[in-house]
């Protein structure tokens, strides 16, 4: 599985772009169509719209993409996303100028 450095948010029961957001590690099945983040199993939705996977198992949408450095990741709130504890120091060379982790050549 790869694995990437990346911003992760609950839409579900939080009027759409409220839920709480997360920096973190999450893998990627080959296809890119299955996502895992502690202990979740997410599937990429078709849809479109303000989610692009849900939780297999409690059908929550979420919407995951990579960190951007201005910290501008959420669209209305909240205003600070949590940083997974084994995720800080990738998170915080990223920060400063670091290539993305996962994505170094591209």
């Known amino acids: 599985m790869a694995r990437r450095l990346m911003f992760v948010q609950l839409k579900t029961g939080f009027d759409i772009d409220r839920g709480p957001s997360w920096i973190g590690w999450v893998e990627f099945n080959?296809?890119?169509?299955?996502a895992r983040y502690r202990g979740r199993e997410l599937r990429k939705s078709g849809g479109g719209g303000d989610s692009n996977f849900y939780d297999v198992d409690t059908r929550e949408d979420f919407w995951l993409s990579g960190p951007k450095r201005d910290r501008s990741d959420?669209?209305?709130?909240?205003?600070?996303t949590s940083v997974d504890d084994d995720a800080r120091e990738a998170y915080e060379e990223f920060l400063a100028g670091a290539p993305l982790p996962g994505r170094e050549t591209g």
Do not use: E
């Open 74 to 80: 959420t669209r209305y709130g909240p205003s600070t």
């Open 30 to 34: 080959r296809s890119w169509n299955t």
